[in-house]
C-alpha cells in the first residue's frame, strides 16, 4: 500500500466509523432504535486500544498504534508494569545495535534534552516524545522523512539545515495531548495532510507567491492529531 492509498485509507475507516456511531446515536435519540455502547467502552483505556488498533491496521506510523495499546493495557493490568522495564530494557538494546546498521534515528524522549544530530547518513526520522519532549537537530542531504508520534509531549526540531530527496517524502504524524514545532528551510514545498480532532497543524511561515521551491522535491505531512497540534515554522 503506497503512501497516498494508506493515508485515504485512515481518512475513509475514521470517518465511516463516526458517520456510523453518530447515525446510530442519532436514530436512538428519537426512538427508531435502541442502541447503546457497553459501559466499559467508555473507559478511556479501551478508547487508547481500540484507536491504536486503528493505526496499526490503516497508518504506517505503528509506532503510535502500539504505543497506545500498551499504554492502555498497562492501565487496565497495572501488576503487569514491570514488563515495561522489561520492554525498555529490549528497546535500548536494539537501538544499540541497530544504529550501526539502520537509517534511520530514533529518540524517545522522556527528559527534555537538547539533541544534535550531524549525520548524512540519517535519512529518515524516527522521534517519539512521551511525557516530555526537546530540541533536536538534524542535518542530511537527503532527507525522505520519516514518523513522528507525540504523546502527552512534543519536540522542537530543526531541519533547516537538511536537503530534501528527490520526490515525495512523507512524514508520517500522530500526536495525542502533544504536538511538534518543525523547522524547515524557506523554499521547501510542505504539504499538510493531517486530520484534526480537537486540535491542529499548520504552515506559519510567511507566505510569498514569488517564492520558487526546488523542483520536483515536496514534503508531505499527513496523519492525525488528537488533542493537540503542530505546526511548520522557518
Not at 466499559?40 to 505503528?62: M, P, R
Not at 534534552?113 to 550531524?118: L, Q, V, Y
Amino acid at each position: 500500500m503506497d503512501n497516498n492509498s494508506s493515508n485515504m485509507s485512515t481518512r475513509v475507516i475514521t470517518g465511516l466509523i463516526l458517520i456510523v456511531l453518530g447515525g446510530l446515536f442519532l436514530l436512538d435519540n428519537y426512538g427508531i432504535i435502541h442502541f447503546s455502547l457497553p459501559d466499559f467502552l467508555w473507559h478511556w483505556e479501551y478508547i487508547l486500544i481500540g484507536l491504536g488498533t486503528l493505526f496499526i491496521v490503516t497508518s504506517q506510523n505503528k509506532t503510535a498504534g502500539i504505543i497506545l495499546i500498551v499504554i492502555g493495557l498497562f492501565n487496565l493490568f497495572p501488576e503487569f508494569w514491570p514488563l515495561l522495564l522489561v520492554a525498555l530494557g529490549v528497546y535500548i538494546i536494539l537501538k544499540r545495535n541497530g544504529s550501526r546498521h539502520k537509517n534511520f534515528n530514533v529518540n524517545l524522549n522522556l527528559n527534555g534534552d537538547e539533541e544534535k544530530t550531524d549525520s548524512n547518513s540519517i535519512n529518515i526520522l524516527d522521534d517519539v516524545s512521551i511525557f516530555g519532549g526537546g530540541t533536536k537537530h538534524f542535518t542530511t542531504n537527503n532527507f525522505t522523512g520519516g514518523r513522528l508520534t507525540a504523546i502527552f509531549g512534543g519536540s522542537e526540531l530543526h531541519l533547516e539545515n537538511c536537503q530534501l530527496a528527490q520526490g515525495e517524502n512523507v512524514l508520517d504524524l500522530f500526536t495525542m495531548f502533544g504536538g511538534y514545532t518543525i523547522y524547515v528551510p524557506q523554499d521547501w514545498n510542505v504539504i499538510i495532510d493531517v486530520v484534526p480532532i480537537f486540535g491542529g497543524f499548520s504552515d506559519k511561515r510567511i507566505k510569498d507567491p514569488n517564492r520558487v521551491y526546488e523542483e520536483g522535491k515536496v514534503l508531505i505531512i499527513k496523519g492525525m492529531v488528537l488533542f493537540g497540534g503542530g505546526e511548520i515554522k522557518f
